[in-house]
């Protein structure tokens, strides 16, 4: 009768065949096991780090899925509605043309405005750059800054007027030379002096004061 053959596998170092559970090679003596075999205390370790990394990952995951689900409710109907979180309020900040529409229509076409407004003054929401436009009412030219005021509703030959500020006032300057190559927009509190005043002109307004609009 044939005696059943022992399994065998064959020695990484010196390729004998040897007995398939031994853990060393009788003739070379190299260890046969694999480096996890070796270091058991290491292999438990490391497993277990993989472990509770892997359950600590997928913790964080639906954590953040149910923070970002919205909300169901109940619309009384038996229906179910999605209820979104509350959003930051958005400021309603006028914008430029808004605050145009703010201006008095009279005082928006200066040509055809009627005395009933000399001498007094007013707020007037306008873009603004510098111009060379003849100061009239004004003898001495070199007094005066002249500035080109424009309201973007009014159009035709109404669509800007000029208006002057004093020189000698430091704003004043820091003004002119702001937009000496572009323009900006401005609050002005502007006045028509008696004294520059004439029927049919678009040159006799003066700025007394002013504020830059971002």
Known sequence: ???????????????????????????????????????????????????????????????????????????????TTTSQPPSSPTPNVPTHDDLMKQNNPDVKHLTTLTSDYVGK?????????????????????????SLKLWDNSVGGDYDGVYAYIDRTNPNSKTLAEKILNGSTFLKVNASIPTSKYEQSSNAFLQIDSWEEIK
């Open 121 to 145: 003054s007013f707020v007037l929401y306008v873009n603004a750059e510098t111009d060379k436009y003849y100061n009239y009412g004004f003898n001495d030219e070199n007094a005066y800054y």
């Open 1 to 79: 009768m044939e005696q059943a053959k022992t399994p065998t596998k064959i020695c990484k170092s010196c390729k004998t065949a040897i007995d398939a559970k031994a853990k060393k090679c009788p003739h070379c003596q190299t260890d046969q096991r694999s480096w996890f075999g070796r270091h058991p205390i290491l292999t438990g370790i490391l497993v277990f780090i993989v472990v509770f990394g892997f359950i600590g990952a997928v913790s964080g995951s639906k954590s953040s899925s149910v923070n970002n689900t919205p909300a169901l409710s109940s619309n009384g109907n038996g229906n």
